[in-house]
């Protein structure tokens, strides 16, 4: 399966924020298509496993905002979205790089 083979220790960090820009754009659009999946909690759990770098600070943020979302907990998954507002971060533009 797909998280299988980039959870390997040997795949080089380009290719991890890679498969991590995917993973999010693909949560995203489950969201607003209303689809919830049991690869969306793979996604997720991809994602929170994901090193404790600075460069997948923002994926690992996401990770918890869309498992908010999943889990009904909805005004949790509004304080994360201000608080990224709230920063001016545009999780889009810090994912494209």
């Known amino acids: 399966m797909f998280f299988n083979k980039y959870h390997a220790k ?3 960090e ?3 924020r890679l498969v991590s820009r995917i993973l999010v754009k693909y949560l995203d659009l ?3 298509q209303g689809k919830r999946n049991n690869e969306m909690n793979q996604a997720i759990k991809f994602l929170k496993l994901l090193p404790n770098k ?13 498992e908010e979302l ?3 907990n ?3 998954a509004q304080l994360i979205a201000d608080l990224l507002q709230d920063e001016d971060l545009d999780y889009e533009n810090v994912s494209d790089k």
């Open 10 to 12: 040997n795949v080089d």
């Open 14 to 16: 380009y290719t991890m």
């Open 30 to 32: 489950c969201f607003k």
């Open 54 to 66: 600075v460069e997948f600070g923002i994926y690992k943020i996401l990770a918890t905002y869309y």
């Open 70 to 72: 999943l889990d009904n």
């Open 74 to 76: 909805f005004e949790n």
